[in-house]
């Protein structure tokens, strides 16, 4: 996992909101004041808190600018074992064997088409909510240490990102279910990081929340999950440029075939989830219920050029990994059912994932796998302190000026170009290009 992007530590990595927004803050203002300070629309304690104290340590002298992207890297590649530690170390019938378990951590760590989640701390979110979802599928810890670990990431995971308060009524489905104090354990501490979330820092954000059409919904599950899955990222590309060029042309059943395909493969597995009673109902339906209300409403940026960034998978890639990961492992706990003609397939389909996921291993797009000299664009700060640093992807700039620049609390809906990109008028506006020319 470390090594899928080598680039990443010969040339030092920030990825794009981690320098351009978190750590530019921090740096511009003060860490103390960054540590709570919500931005898209919700509180990312992960993001905050490291950048909070990396700046810090920058400033105290215990590490150089120069160093500071390995930091994040490495503990981005820290959140990113947390669900095979969860995977190796929990219990479930699905789990009994050894080579089950190895299985289930090559699905994790050779997802196809989500470079984006890896090697930041921005998307610690991703890992944590990917986490969350596993353990739902898993049995309740007994020990103290399984649960210290799980409770730990309940509580954390909510307060890094929404994606993880997604799960919180298929927890509470479960603890009803199986009237296990456990489970009901479980709803509470994932209730409590959902509520200081929603309570104390969720505030609408204009880069999302605009409801994507459901043809075009059904259309970009097909090719960003069953696609991407089962033919890998390349031919994902290409199937969602064929369904772009025929929306362009004003060809009408396209999206519809691509959307009726989606709602039969997911009807299949949920169906197919439903026939025994283990780890597959709650890896299917969180999978589902994640991928529906993130690319239908919370994708930051779908809003600007929808079809666009519905059907192609390396936009905003993030959003892929935890269906993709989480259905994958359903597709596991399908091959170790007693049923013969059912578990065939399902093991067909497991490897067909890894040995597509293992050819597209280092194919990754370029502005997440190379990008700029981290070393040589602080060579350029320290000669003059008011160059903006080029951050990856696509050669975004912080600002390490040192000037508090008052960010508005109100903006037009397609942000201000004007704004420094730490202030979220200044990010939104990125989404919408052509209305930042205009402006």
Same mark, same amino acid.
């Given at each position: 996992m470390a090594l899928r992007l080598p680039g990443t530590w010969e040339y030092g990595r920030f990825l794009d909101e981690e320098v351009t927004v978190f750590f530019a803050y921090a740096w511009n203002f003060d860490p103390s004041s960054a540590l709570f300070r919500p931005f898209a629309g919700y509180w990312n304690l992960a993001a905050n808190g490291i950048t909070a104290v990396l700046v810090s340590a920058v400033k105290a002298g215990l590490i150089s600018l120069e160093n500071a992207p390995y930091v994040t890297m490495l503990l981005g590649l820290a959140s990113q074992l947390l669900p095979i530690a969860l995977l190796l170390t929990g219990e479930a019938n699905w789990l009994r064997k050894r080579s089950v378990r190895f299985v289930a951590c090559l699905l994790v760590a050779l997802a196809p088409g989500v470079d984006e989640v890896y090697l930041n701390v921005v998307h610690i979110q991703f890992h944590l909510a990917l986490c969350v979802g596993i353990i739902l599928a898993l049995d309740a810890p007994t020990s103290r240490a399984g649960k210290l670990l799980s409770g730990t990431i309940l509580l954390t995971a909510p307060l890094c990102g929404p994606g993880a308060i997604l799960f919180l009524p298929l927890f509470g489905l479960r603890a009803l279910l199986e009237r296990d104090r456990a489970r009901f354990v479980q709803v509470g501490i994932l209730a409590a990081g959902t509520a200081i979330q929603l309570l104390i820092f969720y505030t609408p954000s204009a880069a999302r929340g605009v409801p994507m059409a459901p043809v075009l919904l059904g259309a970009a599950l097909f090719v960003r999950i069953v696609v991407l899955a089962v033919l890998g990222p390349l031919m994902a590309v290409v199937v969602g440029n064929? /369904?772009?060029? *025929?929306?362009? #042309? /004003?060809?009408?059943? &396209? =999206?519809? $075939?691509?959307?009726?395909? +989606?709602? *039969? %493969?997911? #009807? *299949? $597995? +949920?169906?197919? !989830? $439903?026939?025994r009673r283990d780890g597959a109902v709650w890896l299917v339906g969180s999978a589902l219920l994640v991928a529906i209300i993130s690319f239908g409403l919370g994708a930051a940026g779908q809003s600007s050029l929808p079809h666009r960034f519905a059907l192609t998978p390396y936009n905003g890639p993030r959003y892929n990994y935890i269906p993709l990961v989480l259905l994958a492992l359903a597709? =596991?706990?399908? !091959?170790?059912?007693?049923?013969?003609?059912?578990?065939? &397939? %399902?093991? /067909? =389909?497991? &490897?067909v994932y890894l040995v597509m996921a293992g050819l597209s291993f280092r194919i990754a797009l370029p502005e997440y796998a190379n990008g700029v000299s981290w070393r040589g664009e602080v060579a350029a700060w320290r000669a003059d302190p008011d160059y903006k640093l080029r951050a990856w992807p696509r050669q975004v700039t912080a600002d390490l000026s040192g000037r508090r620049y008052p960010c508005p609390g109100r903006f037009p809906a397609h942000g201000n170009p004007a704004d420094p990109r730490y202030c979220e008028s200044g990010w939104v506006s990125a989404f919408y290009p052509n209305e930042a020319r205009q402006r």
């Open positions: 064929l /369904g772009q060029q *025929a929306e362009m #042309a /004003g060809n009408p059943w &396209i =999206l519809p $075939l691509f959307a009726g395909a +989606a709602v *039969a %493969a997911f #009807a *299949a $597995l +949920a169906w197919w !989830s $439903l026939k597709m =596991l706990v399908f !091959s170790t059912r007693p049923d013969g003609r059912g578990r065939k &397939i %399902a093991r /067909g =389909l497991v &490897i």
